[in-house]
């Protein structure tokens, strides 16, 4: 495939012009970096909290094989958490079965981070699907940015061959996804290319074979070429998709230390967007176009879009700087963090459908100090201009990572809770619906995965999403590392992320 001949040729050519010899890995700050896990299966009591049916499931960077030392390069595992009745919860967890978690050492592996680990192999190992999980139709997908998804079976966590038949080289770890309607949509690169100009929106369409394709319905054209187009976390309104356009950058290999792809490029911040009409708007209002915001950042994360009175989308985002993927290199992992040098001030973007710049805004003036990401919300509020709250992972400037969650007002654009506790570290608190949570928005639960420096385990955490009270918080029995995403299904619905 061009994007393998074209990453790895280079890498080859800086390896010769600039070699790097081999050390230790670096030892983590905090100890669920970097940190394999090795359980299987575990049954844990709960005390006060009624999820009696709820499946969960997290995709977490698992295993780190020697020499491994970019976090989110861990080979992807998948966490089924199962709430029983008589309050008791079940823990399973498989790997991914990827050629490189079956043979890591007799394949060339290449990720972020790490690789060629050994370019005498022909076999290339390139799939590694760690980042987030896609609910689609009773399939379980496990998803990156990149088309080499993964399919596991959501009851038995067996690795199916099944994958995404799609013309580029790149997709979205977080589609855009209608629970209604049951449609997903993906912004790519039109082509095969890993760079190009011309970029499209396509609906998911499930295969008889039970592989997903990409269905095409929109393309614009870039200014300028891009390389490896891409776009973490698309969003959509009930009439609107909206994508902010990221694509990497190339820098000098000698300035830095890194390996795989990281050493060569990083993702540049750009300000071009897509915006696209879904496929079942009418002719007269269609529109497709590229607009332009007044910042450049990569795109993190979207929070909930909607549409306003006046016809325009709003989108908060979580926005990041060029730095942002080395924060998770062996390197820095060790040293205490520098916030802003990855994060910028999260943003409320006003997006002009039809004509005019996009034009973005601080989302919380007052708490220009704190830096969050990993944003959840009630699923059965997605698309409401009425909806209120968000949560996410927060850090100040003196915090090592995420050490708290908080609850976003966001009419009033500010947070208007926190849960904290000494030394401890969370992870993405992902919302579950219960009865109420249609008509009340912040009722029901949250689940993070917390980890407490010093502890030998990682506890699965419950918090009340209407003023982020503990509810309980039992231990697994193992450190989990730090992840990226959950989802939940509940009474037979599985919410995508977000």
Known sequence: PPLRTFIVAAFILSMGMYYVPSSPAAKPRIEFFLKSLLMSNALVGLERSDLTGVRHYRVLPGRFPEGMKYHFDGLATVMKL???????????????????????????????????????????????????????????????????????????????????????????????????????????????????????????????????????????????????????????????????????????????????????????????WMITSRPHVSDAANVTRIARSNVSFVNNHFVNCYETETGDVVVDTMATTSAYLDSYFDTTLSQPPNWTEIFKQAMRCTVPVHSGDISCQPLLPNDENLFFDYPTFNPKWKMSPESRYFYAIAGDANSLWFDRVIKVDSHRRKIVSVWQSPGTYVTEASFIPNADSEKSEDSGVLLTISYKQGDSTSHVTLLDPKDLTLKESVAVGEIVPFHAHGVSCVDGQCYSNP
Request: net charge neutral; with cysteine.
């Open 82 to 272: 199962e709430f029983l009745a008589g309050g008791k919860l079940n823990i399973s967890v498989k790997p991914f079965e990827s050629a490189a978690e079956r043979g890591y050492a007799t394949c060339d592996f290449f990720g972020s981070g790490t690789g060629p680990t050994n370019v005498l192999i022909p076999h290339v190992c390139f799939q590694n699907p760690g980042v987030n999980l896609l609910p689609f139709k009773d399939q379980l997908w496990l998803t990156i940015d990149t088309n080499a998804w993964g399919l596991m079976d959501p009851t038995t966590l067996e690795t199916l061959p099944n994958k995404v038949v799609t013309s580029g080289q790149t997709l979205n770890a977080h589609p855009a996804c209608d629970q209604k309607t049951k449609e997903c949509f993906v912004q790519h690169p039109c082509t095969i290319s890993p760079v190009g100009r011309q970029v499209c929106f396509s609906r998911l369409e499930s295969v008889d074979n039970g592989n997903l394709k990409t269905e095409p319905f929109a393309t614009a054209t870039l200014k300028e070429q891009a390389v490896l187009q891409h776009s973490h976390s698309p969003c959509l309104t009930q009439n609107y998709l909206v994508s902010k356009l990221d694509r990497f950058v190339w820098r000098n290999p000698a300035g830095n230390n890194h390996r795989g792809l990281l050493r060569l490029m990083h993702q540049g911040e750009s300000n071009e």
